[in-house]
C-alpha cells in the first residue's frame, strides 16, 4: 500500500491544522493506521493510530488531537488543535497488517513521504 501525506504547514501557537494520509487501496478494516513525527534532533515518537474503528494518543496529544478515517476516499486524518511549538516536526503517517496497535514505528511497514509541520510561538 502507498500513503501520501499532506496538510503540513506554518501556523501560530494554539491554532490548527489537519493532516491528510490519503492511501492507494482500501485499508482500513485490515490495517492499523498510525501517525508519528520526528522532530529535529530527536527520535521519531508515536502520534496516534486507528484501528477497527478505535482511536489511541500518545499523552501529550490527548484531548487536543483526533484521527479519523474517511472510507470512501481511503484517506486518515489527523486533525490538530491547540498546537504547541512543542508540536513542531516532520508528521508521518504509516500502515502495518493486522489490528494490533503498537507504538513504535518498526511495527508499521509502510510509510508516507513525511510532512512538516511548523507551530510559532
Known amino acids: 500500500v502507498q500513503l501520501q501525506a499532506s496538510g503540513g504547514g506554518l501556523v501560530q501557537a494554539g491554532g490548527s491544522l489537519r493532516l491528510s494520509c490519503a492511501a492507494s487501496?482500501?485499508?482500513?478494516?485490515?490495517?492499523?493506521m498510525g501517525w508519528f513525527r520526528q522532530a529535529p534532533g530527536k527520535v521519531r515518537e508515536f502520534v496516534g493510530a486507528i484501528s477497527g474503528g478505535s482511536t489511541y494518543y500518545t499523552d501529550s496529544v490527548k484531548g487536543r488531537f483526533t484521527i479519523s478515517t474517511d472510507n470512501a476516499k481511503n484517506t486518515v486524518y489527523l486533525q490538530m488543535n491547540s498546537l504547541k511549538p512543542e508540536d513542531t516536526a516532520v508528521y508521518y503517517c504509516?500502515?502495518?497488517?493486522?489490528?494490533?496497535?503498537?507504538?513504535?514505528?518498526?511495527?508499521?511497514?509502510?510509510w508516507g513521504q513525511g510532512t512538516q509541520v511548523t507551530v510559532s510561538s
Open positions: 487501496e482500501r485499508t482500513f478494516s485490515t490495517y492499523v
Open positions: 504509516a500502515a502495518r497488517r493486522g489490528g494490533l496497535v503498537y507504538y513504535s514505528g518498526s511495527y508499521y511497514s509502510y
